[in-house]
């Protein structure tokens, strides 16, 4: 069975500041991970993926994440924070089959101060 | 990436009825998701829809309560049956991306069951 972990249900930074998110998975195969984000009463939005490849995954509006396969871990970036970054941010996985089913994080709201 | 938009965007209901959900795509699609999103929680697959098949659910969730429909490959339904308060959520479909290891998300559906 796959999981998810995501560290920190809410993360504050300013604005100009680094983010990062935290997201852990776990699976017993060579996962597909990915980071979705959801903006007030909306649905959610691919930021980005990793399927293989390239550990270094860049994705939207400034955004990256590096796959670590030894750290279990799939973290979430971006070099200077905007006030519009301001949603809840999930990460997700599946077992790269071609039925996939994607394990959601429990989420990270991202809040950023003037 | 497909369109998806669903119907109604939001619905205030009272325990005992049902309610029906629209998902269209902008295209054809092979298998569509529906996942739940309860207040304040991550998202959770509910069941798995592909067109000429019934449905295929996930631990938790049962057809009677669920029921699912998908008539063509751009279509499909989901139905909350005998609602009770306990079942508001955010409900929101997905299909699967070109590069068929990424889903994406329509708007959802703010269902509130008083």
């Known amino acids: 069975a796959q999981s998810v972990t995501q560290l920190g249900s809410h993360v504050s930074v300013s604005e100009g500041a680094l983010v990062l998110l935290r997201c852990n998975y776990s699976?017993?195969?060579?996962?597909?991970l990915f980071w979705y984000v959801q903006y007030p009463n909306q649905g959610l939005q691919l930021l980005l993926k990793?399927?293989?490849?390239?550990?270094l995954v860049k994705g939207i509006n400034g955004f990256e994440a590096e796959f670590k396969k030894s750290e279990t871990s799939f973290h979430l970036t971006k070099p200077s924070a905007h006030m519009s970054d301001a949603a809840e941010y999930f990460c997700?996985?599946?077992?790269?089959?071609?039925?996939?089913?994607?394990?959601f994080g429990t989420g990270t709201r991202l809040l950023v101060s003037p | 990436s497909a369109v998806i938009s669903q119907k109604p965007s939001r619905d205030i209901c009272q325990r005992g009825t049902s309610l029906t959900i629209q998902c269209q795509v902008d295209?054809?699609?092979?298998?569509m998701f529906w996942y739940r999103q309860q207040p304040g929680q991550s998202l959770t697959l509910i069941a798995t829809?592909?067109?000429?098949?019934?449905?295929?659910?996930e631990s938790g969730f049962v057809i009677d309560k669920f029921p699912i429909s998908r008539p063509n490959l751009t279509f499909s339904t989901l139905t909350v049956s005998n609602m009770s308060p306990e079942d508001s959520s955010i409900y929101l479909c997905?299909?699967?991306?070109?590069?068929?290891?990424?889903?994406?998300f329509g708007p959802g559906t703010r269902l509130t069951v008083t």
């Open positions: 997700a996985v599946s077992d790269g089959t071609g039925f996939q089913k994607l394990v």
């Open positions: 699976s017993s195969v060579p996962p597909y």
């Open positions: 990793y399927t293989t490849g390239a550990t």
């Open positions: 295209s054809q699609v092979t298998m």
């Open positions: 829809a592909n067109q000429g098949s019934e449905a295929t659910y």
């Open positions: 997905s299909t699967m991306g070109l590069a068929g290891n990424e889903q994406y």
